[in-house]
C-alpha cells in the first residue's frame, strides 16, 4: 500500500481555540484509526496541513476536509508518495505557527500561490524537528 503525503492550506472559517480544540481531538481519534499522521500549522488566517498515510484514507479525509465549513480556500500545495513519514509517533501535531516562515500580510497577499512544494514542505521539516 502507496504511503501518500499530501499539503493543503485552508482559511479558517469561524476559528477560536474551542473550534481547533475540536478539529484536534476528533483528528486524533479518525487518524489513529486511519494509520494518518501529521501536523497542523494554524492560526487565525490559515491552516496549513500535512497528512500522511494510505493513499486511499488520506484521499477519503481530504474530501472530507473540503466539505468541511470550518474550511474555505482549500488548495492542496504538495502532493508525494515519500518512502518515510515526517510524522510517524503524531496522529495529529498541533503547531501553533511557531514555526511559521511567512507573515499575515504575506498570506493575505498570495505567497501561497507563489511558493514551491519543497518550501512549503521545509516548513513541516522544521516542526518535525522540534517535535
Known amino acids: 500500500m502507496a504511503l501518500q503525503q499530501l499539503i493543503y492550506a485552508s482559511r479558517p472559517f469561524g476559528y477560536d481555540s474551542s473550534v481547533l480544540a475540536g478539529i484536534l481531538s476528533k483528528a486524533r481519534v479518525s487518524n489513529k484509526q486511519n494509520d494518518i499522521t501529521g501536523s497542523l500549522i494554524c492560526r487565525s488566517d490559515i491552516y496549513l496541513q500535512l497528512i500522511e498515510g494510505p493513499s486511499e484514507k488520506i ?6 476536509i473540503r466539505r468541511d465549513d470550518r474550511h474555505v ?51 513541516f521539516i522544521r516542526s518535525s524537528e522540534a517535535s
Open 59 to 64: 484521499d477519503t479525509l481530504f474530501e472530507k
Open 73 to 123: 480556500e482549500v488548495t492542496v500545495l504538495s502532493r508525494a508518495q515519500p518512502q518515510d513519514r515526517l510524522f510517524p509517533e503524531w496522529d495529529m501535531k498541533h503547531d501553533p505557527a511557531h514555526s511559521w516562515l511567512w507573515s499575515p500580510d504575506e498570506i493575505h497577499d498570495g505567497i501561497l500561490q507563489t511558493v514551491s512544494a519543497d518550501q512549503v514542505r521545509a516548513v
